[in-house]
């Protein structure tokens, strides 16, 4: 197995961006899939493409690209162009294309493990390319959700009832290790830890390098780790300067601007905006997004840790945990539109996950490795849900408490108990 996906992977595992692919297509003349290296955008591409140029390793495909994109494009379509980036003047032929069979719909699809730098000579697709966000594999998709309980239907109020899902916490602990990535699907800790040290030396060697701008092997590393450190916290830049930064000092601003950036374009993190809702009181809110990786088994192999010590270590463990929830949540409501946020005030108060809907429902959720702490999670949520001015945005449409284990039931006072192996779209 390799980082960059060329091995022979498992059999195919239905993908819940199966279906958008598909509805977007029908309704677009293009689809740009953007998602981290070995996600899995390659082969779920190729399921619906009728012609495909992977121009990663065909070196023919890439000249024609550069100097008669119109070999490629005339394909019988859908035509997969994947890792399009690496020519990057193929979008404004594709928007062209696409402007010059309108209404032809789904014609292309582009598929990127990297987004290029701004380019004024690059035209907007808007009305011409979708684009569909694809992560590594959530818990339902590797088979490790029963996905009974419907996100979807707690945003709406529906009813919220499941039995335990048997997924016991050394369970979670392998798929925080193990991850969402296809070809891990049958892996275990222990070759899943080795893959990912190969994946992040490539990140780091390789993929950030090939962005453009010089960068400091060493200097990124230690990004890694500082990030990984403070999973699912609003960690401060100056902080993650001195620590990037080492015994030589902190690195200048830009310079880590500058890496963050490289990151976000490789897909690898996925911070988490702050929600600013009117508030009752007028105690100051956060602005600073959380930090995540784009999936837990990134920051797990950054730290060089395993099984072993997450089980050691519950408390830090429950960072790790958030991240995976996160992702999971991320990907359940993609297709509603649904967007993850965090919240947060000046004194310290906090709720782990706030979800927005187009329609300007929300809902607010805490997470809890351990179901034990739900009580005191199910009152912080009361408290907060009472301190929004809901005047102004709406009541909740759900309170929740996602945790590792148990039941999925509604609680007497309205807050849901939703274990993560129940968790659906």
Same mark, same amino acid.
């Given at each position: ?17 199966? !279906? ?5 297509? =029908? ?73 010059? %069979? =309108? ?13 290029? =730098? ?80 190969? *994946? ?20 990124? %590393? ?36 500058? *890496? ?10 996925? !911070? ?110 009361? %408290? ?42």
């Amino acid at each position: 197995m390799k980082p960059d996906g060329s091995a022979e992977g498992p059999a195919y595992r239905p993908r819940l961006v199966d !279906d958008q692919l598909r509805n977007r297509l =029908s309704g677009i003349g293009a689809v740009l899939i953007e998602g981290p290296r070995a996600c899995g955008k390659t082969v779920t591409a190729s399921r619906v493409a009728r012609t495909t140029f992977r121009l990663d390793v065909d070196g023919a495909a890439r000249g024609a690209a550069a100097t008669a994109p119109s070999l490629l494009l005339d394909g019988d379509p859908p035509v997969l162009l994947d890792e399009w980036q690496l020519e990057p003047a193929l979008w404004n032929h594709v928007r062209r294309a696409v402007d010059d %069979r =309108s209404p032809a719909k789904g014609l292309f699809i582009l598929t990127g493990s990297a987004t290029p =730098s701004d380019d004024a000579n690059r035209h907007s697709g808007a009305g011409r390319i979708a684009t569909i966000q694809m992560r590594p594999m959530s818990l339902l998709e590797t088979g490790h959700s029963t996905g009974e309980v419907s996100m979807a239907a707690v945003l709406d109020g529906g009813e919220v009832r499941a039995l335990d899902a048997g997924l016991d916490v050394p369970k979670l602990i392998d798929r925080i290790c193990i991850g969402g990535w296809p070809l891990l699907l049958d892996a275990t800790a222990v070759d899943a830890a080795e893959w990912l040290v190969d *994946y992040l030396d490539q990140i780091v060697l390789v993929d950030v390098s090939a962005l453009g701008a010089r960068r400091d092997p060493t200097n990124v %590393r230690r990004l890694l780790t500082a990030l990984a450190r403070n999973v699912g916290t609003d960690v401060k830049v100056a902080s993650l300067a001195r620590d990037v930064g080492g015994p030589a000092g902190p690195i200048a601003r830009e310079t880590l601007d500058n *890496y963050l950036d490289a990151l976000w374009r490789l897909r690898l993190v996925e !911070d988490a905006p702050a929600w600013a809702p009117h508030m009752r009181s007028a105690t100051p809110l956060r602005a600073a997004s959380t930090r995540y990786f784009v999936d837990p088994s990134l920051a797990v192999a950054a730290l060089g840790q395993g099984p072993q010590q997450l089980m050691a270590d519950l408390n830090a463990t429950g960072f790790f945990f958030e991240n995976l929830v996160v992702r999971d949540v991320r990907v359940y409501l993609q297709q509603f539109g649904g967007q993850v946020h965090h919240w947060g005030d000046a004194n310290q108060n906090e709720v782990d996950v706030v979800v927005t809907m187009p329609d300007g429902r929300w809902g607010a959720f805490e997470v809890k490795l351990n179901p034990d702490d739900a009580g005191k999670a199910a009152a912080k949520l009361t %408290r907060f849900a009472s301190k929004v001015d809901q005047t102004k945005v709406g009541a909740p449409s759900a309170l929740g408490v996602i945790t590792s284990t148990g039941y999925a039931y509604r609680r007497a006072d309205g807050v849901l108990m939703l274990p993560i192996g129940s968790l659906g779209p």
